[in-house]
Structures are given as structure tokens and as C-alpha cells.
């Protein structure tokens, strides 16, 4: 089944305890991208990637990481998180430069 | 001002009523506009598109670009009670290399039974 994939779909941490959020996609696609949405805010991209080790920042990049050395993978790395980071994280991706992004299941992530 | 804007809702209706969702944008560069529906506790999953102006339909949904308001539109006709979601507009720029699409906030739509 073609799909995207994000581990973990829950997560509560604490200030300033460095985690990772994993994202797969099993479609062979060029094209990925994190966003976060908030009550309010909608969806806002956080970090794309082209390609392989090709990234760089959206709207609101500050406090996160992203790499890119698979074609599937594209991890969200929080360093040191904050409480203003807590949010609902989607991972997307798409064949190419292009309307139809395909969406993860999003993570759910509470920073006390 | 944001560059898309969309009403929250909720909007109510009865089974077998037309709804109608809109959203209004103030960048004249977009030029793709797409209908998203999300579900509770899922992600975003594309319902339809639209290249510049004009309307597409599929089944019993309906998208309309206006490009001289600067508004579009989605029409479900024969609602159902499983057509309740929250539905976003988003739009892009074309060529665009960021691959970044721009949301509204979402409308969350309630069919009742």
C-alpha cells in the first residue's frame, strides 16, 4: 500500500530533551516536506527536500532539523524542544513539484 | 492579512443538504487551488484541484475558481453523514521550487444523520 509513514504518533517530552520524528515513504517520491498545524494557524511548512541531501527551510524552520540521506526518509529533529513547539506534525511527499501531496497520519507532540 | 482565508464553521447540516465551503486568497500568483478533507485524527488527503479559473466536478463534489474575486468554492450536493470532516482550501504558485502549499485554517463540517 502506497503510504506515509510517521513514528511516533504521540509523544509528550519535557524543555530542552532533544527528539526525532521519523517519516517514510514507500512511493519513490523526489518531494518531501514537514508541517505543523495549529488551531487558528492551518498548515505551515516547516522544512522541504527536493532530493536526496537537498533541504531547506519553509515558513517556520526555527528550532528544528531536518536531513535528508535516503530517498524515503526525511527525519524532524527537534535539538532542544519548548513548549511553543508543541503542536500536530504532518510529513508529506510528492512525485515532483506539485499540488498532490501525499500526508502522513501526523504526530501528536506535548512539550511541557 | 493572511494569504488564504477560510471560516472555521463548524458548519452543520442535514443529511442530503448542498453545502458550501469557500475560501478567499489575496496572492494573485496562485494558480493551483485544492480542496483537502481531514478526518479526526488523520492527515490531510487531497479531494480535488483546479488549474486557474472554471469548475471541476467529480461525483457529487463541485470546485469553482473565481480568479477575479479571488475566491473559490466547494459544493457537496447529497451531503452525507460521512462527508464530516474538515475541509481545507490550499493554493500554490506554479514553478514554485519550495513545494509549499498555503492552507486555510479549515472548515469543520457536520452532517447530521
Known amino acids: ?112 | 492579512q493572511k494569504e488564504v482565508e477560510q471560516d472555521p464553521g463548524p458548519l452543520s447540516v442535514p443529511e442530503g443538504a448542498i453545502v458550501s465551503l469557500n475560501c478567499t486568497y489575496s496572492n494573485s500568483a496562485f494558480q493551483y487551488f485544492m480542496w483537502y478533507r481531514q478526518y479526526s485524527r488523520k492527515g490531510p488527503e487531497l479531494l480535488m484541484y483546479t488549474y486557474s479559473s472554471g469548475n471541476k466536478e467529480d461525483g457529487r463534489f463541485t470546485a469553482q475558481v473565481d480568479k477575479s474575486s479571488k475566491y473559490i468554492s466547494l459544493f457537496i450536493r447529497d451531503s452525507q453523514p460521512s462527508d464530516s470532516a474538515t475541509y481545507l482550501c490550499a493554493m500554490s504558485v506554479p514553478g514554485g521550487a519550495t513545494n509549499k502549499l498555503i492552507f486555510g485554517t479549515g472548515t469543520l463540517l457536520a452532517v447530521q444523520p
Request: glycine residues 6%.
Open chain 1, 1 to 112: 500500500e502506497a503510504q506515509v509513514t510517521q513514528n511516533p504518533r504521540y509523544l509528550i517530552t519535557v524543555t530542552g530533551k532533544k527528539l526525532t520524528v521519523t517519516c517514510s515513504q514507500n512511493m519513490n517520491h523526489e518531494y518531501m516536506s514537514w508541517y505543523r498545524q495549529d488551531p487558528g494557524l492551518g498548515l505551515r511548512q516547516i522544512y522541504y527536500s527536493m532530493n536526496v541531501e537537498v533541504t531547506d527551510k519553509g515558513d517556520v524552520p526555527e528550532g528544528y532539523k531536518v536531513s535528508r540521506k535516503e530517498k524515503r526518509n526525511f527525519p524532524l529533529i527537534l535539538e532542544s524542544p519548548s513548549p511553543n513547539q508543541t503542536s500536530l506534525y504532518f510529513c508529506a511527499s510528492s512525485p515532483t513539484v506539485s499540488h498532490e501531496q501525499f500526508f502522513g497520519p501526523g504526530t501528536r507532540l506535548t512539550v511541557l
